[in-house]
Nanobody, 119 residues
């Protein structure tokens, strides 16, 4: 069974850094694009950043210049380095991955990790 397990969330002061990790486990053929999303209560889940297998990245305007997404293909892991955090970054962060098993590709989500930025 394929799982995405996130870690690294927590409480940090405004202006500080946090690093999120998301590791894929289980049996699969390949992992394609991976990314991070976030969702505040009562709001839609929104894109934070994505990264392809080739290393192409895409960021939400609100995090450009502050967040950096990267991945370790050998470890099936994607990271989100968050710097200069703001109180408005406070919310649940979810990892997403397109994972192929055989010839079937589907989306998997992690369970979410809480990021809280105090002012």
């Amino acid at each position: 069974q394929v799982q995405l397990v996130e870690s690294g969330g927590g409480l940090v002061q405004a202006g500080g850094p946090l690093r999120l990790s998301c590791a894929a486990s289980g049996s699969f053929t390949s992992i394609n694009t991976m990314g991070w999303y976030r969702q505040a209560p009562g709001s839609q889940r929104e894109l934070v950043a994505t990264i392809t297998t080739g290393g192409e990245t895409n960021y939400a305007d609100s995090v450009k210049g502050r967040f950096t997404i990267s991945r370790d293909i050998a470890k099936n892991t994607v990271y989100l380095q968050m710097n200069s955090l703001k109180p408005e970054d406070t919310t649940l962060y979810y990892c997403k991955a397109f994972i192929t098993i055989g010839t079937l590709t589907r989306v998997y989500w992690g369970q979410g990790t809480q990021v809280t930025v105090s002012s």
